[in-house]
């Protein structure tokens, strides 16, 4: 393994990040703004989202397959033709193109997330993985800030079928970067490894899942993280309206928000920094919860918008490091021979529990903005006491991921 395949990895994921991003914000503006519908966009991002939780844990299977990462080239490519024949085909570009559009990305990005984990998985050290993720994660929230600005440029110069071309650009470039890493002759010699290994059953998996105490914890942060977060998305234009009500406060604070997390990101991404807190997981991603659990309480807290900026800010850099530390764990802590699956479900579980954290976010938000402060501080902290008094997360690395 050498520092060009992490950086290839890192550089797929954000280009397809970025065009993904870009798709599905372009594509509510054409509905809001070209058809006054947000009710039929919405529903297209939740449908988008279900068939991903629903089938994840299949393509899961397929990836544990003898040559199941030839499914995430798969992914890009076949993506990238189905849009590319849209756009030089489709000439009306009708609700059916935009759902078929919609949906070849989601299907896409199924295999395409576990996919990527797998192949830090088998190609990093066991000690280099923190860094490796880092510059994923990196990549990533670049591509999350930049991908509305994207979307909504392409749509306004190239329409609906300049957004779609543009999607399907980057399924290619990403297809081009992770065939690169597949094929380059010392990585391959990594990742034919897996053909010869023993087959491992869904069942097996499972029991694995629950019976493994990091991966339980991890889930178990991560679930809340996920639930949090959600929420405290619904509450972000709730804090701006009540400091300063103004759309532009609104986008400011969503960048300070976004600049903590790509802040960290960046940070740990660093050769210097891929060994810290090593041994200590446990109490990183308690300090990691406690600092996000300060932030987002006194973000409910402060009446000054500068203040405010602050808290958000740090909810931001506790979210991250929270992220890249329980990641990190996950990577190290599942056998080469079922991460597909593990991966796929445990995708599928923080996923299906998004929307219950922005149904619950928005009730809460509605009443009382010191009562969702609070239960999110309480369940944050919660999470972080547990860790730092049992520490869970702290076991020696098995012989097989310390020689990886």
């Known amino acids: 393994m050498n520092r060009l395949t992490i950086w290839v990895i890192a550089g797929a994921s954000g280009i397809s ?3 993904n991003t870009a798709l599905f914000t372009g594509v509510v503006w054409i509905f809001v703004h070209g058809h006054g519908d947000v009710r039929t966009a919405g529903f297209m991002l939740a449908v ?4 991903a939780v629903l089938l994840s844990p299949g393509v899961g299977v397929l990836l544990d397959g003898p040559r199941g990462i030839g499914l995430v080239l798969l992914a890009d490519f076949g993506a990238c033709m189905v849009l590319s024949v849209l756009v030089l085909v489709d000439r009306d570009f009708g609700l059916t193109t935009l759902w078929i559009a919609m949906v070849t990305t989601a299907l896409g990005g199924m295999a395409y997330g576990p996919g990527l984990q797998m192949l830090i998985g088998r190609l990093v050290p066991a000690d280099r993985r923190r860094h490796a993720n880092a510059k ?9 800030i930049a991908g509305p600005l994207v979307g909504g440029t392409v749509v306004s110069l190239g329409g609906q079928r300049g957004l779609l071309a543009f999607d399907a650009a980057t399924f290619l470039l990403s297809g081009i970067a992770l065939t690169v890493v597949c094929f380059r002759p010392e990585d391959r010699e990594y990742l034919r490894r897996n053909r010869d290994m023993e087959s491992v059953g869904f069942g097996d998996s499972l029991r694995f899942m629950i019976g493994n105490r990091i991966i339980r914890w991890v889930l178990i942060v991560g679930a809340t993280v996920n639930m949090l977060t959600s929420g405290f ?3 972000l234009p709730v804090l701006a309206e009540r400091n300063a009500g103004s759309g532009v406060s609104y986008g400011l604070l969503y ?8 802040l960290i990101a960046v940070a740990l991404s660093s050769e210097r920094t891929s ?9 990183a991603v308690a300090g990691s919860l406690t600092l996000f659990a300060a932030g987002f309480l006194a973000a409910v807290m ?11 800010f740090l909810v931001g850099v506790g979210l991250s490091a929270t992220s890249l530390f329980a990641d990190t764990k996950f990577l190290v802590s599942v056998p080469e021979q079922m991460q597909g699956r593990v991966f796929s479900v445990a995708n599928s579980v923080l996923g299906s529990l998004r929307p219950a954290g922005s149904a619950i976010g928005g009730v809460l938000a509605g009443i009382s903005v010191l009562v969702m402060g609070g239960i999110a501080a309480t369940a944050a902290i919660g999470c972080a006491v547990f860790l730092a008094s049992h520490k869970p997360l702290d076991t020696k690395p098995t012989v097989q991921e310390a020689h990886r």
């Open 17 to 19: 990040t970025l065009g």
């Open 48 to 51: 988008c989202g279900a068939i």
């Open 136 to 144: 994923m994660h990196t990549a990533i929230r670049i591509a999350l």
């Open 233 to 235: 998305a619904l509450l």
């Open 255 to 262: 960048s300070t928000y976004q600049g903590g997390l790509l």
């Open 275 to 283: 060994r810290l807190a090593a041994a200590k997981d446990s109490l």
């Open 302 to 312: 402060v009446s000054d918008l500068w203040l405010l900026g602050a808290s958000v």
